[in-house]
């Protein structure tokens, strides 16, 4: 493991690069898959609705800002695609949260040489789905108030939506997937969000990258396992000493 800590992008793209160990395809292997057919059967039910989510949100801009319509139908494209890749990504984490958390454990312990006291079998795994769901849980309500809160300010000005939007739900990926690792340590989702704060630059950069990483095609397949192994590298790099 590099001895100097890393930008937030570069612990995707360190991420992207540790699916290919040995120690840990096994454990790739499933979160993998059932991310791949979340994503498959998902994106077939959103391909045919995503030309009529796109005019309704245009529709739904003020009158007096028709004129902008030329920018703002992308940044619509950029919006939409930050929400309904987000509630894709939240679907497949809930279902493959156990794996992933059985993925940041045998990570962490190749990569530190130290034994960390968690799932550690397929079999413990499953038998954690109710804890790793209620952890879920709380996630989704954090999500649910920031939900709000940036809704409010996209009516405020509504030309930023899709940039709040967007910055939103890159930091909701921060959380989700340098979440796994800290939950593995049983730190309470407060202290790993106060963690996640105070680096919090670095934090969002992972993020956003996650975020970019989910929106385009094949990759957002093997974003999830890779976005795990970032958020591992970055737990110990950056915010196990805390």
């Known amino acids: ?20 160990l040995p120690g840990i395809r ?17 994106s077939y039910f959103a391909v045919g609705r995503f030309s009529h989510w796109i005019n ?4 739904w801009l003020p009158d007096w800002l028709g004129f902008l319509e030329w920018l703002l139908w992308p940044l619509a494209v950029i919006l939409l695609l930050a929400i309904v890749m987000y509630l894709f990504s939240t679907i497949a984490n809930i279902v493959a ?12 312990e190749i990569l530190s040489g130290e034994e960390v006291s968690g799932r550690e079998t397929f079999v413990s795994a499953l038998a954690s789905f109710p804890r790793s769901m209620g952890r879920e849980c709380q996630k989704l309500l954090y999500y649910a108030l ?10 405020i000005i509504s030309p930023l939506a899709p940039i709040l939007w967007f910055c939103m739900n890159a930091w909701m990926m921060a959380i989700e997937y340098a979440d796994y690792p800290m939950d593995n340590h049983k730190l309470s989702f407060k202290e790993a969000r106060r963690r996640l704060e105070k680096q919090r630059f670095t934090s969002f950069g992972f993020g956003a990258v996650v975020m970019v990483g989910t ?5 957002n397949l093997i974003i999830m396992p890779a976005a795990v192994c970032g958020g591992t590298v970055m737990w110990l790099e950056r915010l196990k000493q805390q």
């Open 1 to 20: 493991m590099s001895q100097k800590a890393l930008s937030g992008p570069q612990y995707l793209a360190r991420g992207f690069q540790l699916l290919r």
């Open 26 to 42: 096994l454990f790739v292997a499933l979160p993998l898959a059932i991310n791949t057919l979340i994503f498959g059967l998902l």
């Open 56 to 59: 309704q949100l245009i529709d």
């Open 97 to 108: 949260a156990p794996f992933n958390g059985l993925l940041a454990e045998k990570l962490e």
């Open 146 to 155: 920031f939900a709000i809160l940036t809704l409010i300010a996209s009516f």
């Open 215 to 219: 929106m385009i095609p094949i990759v």
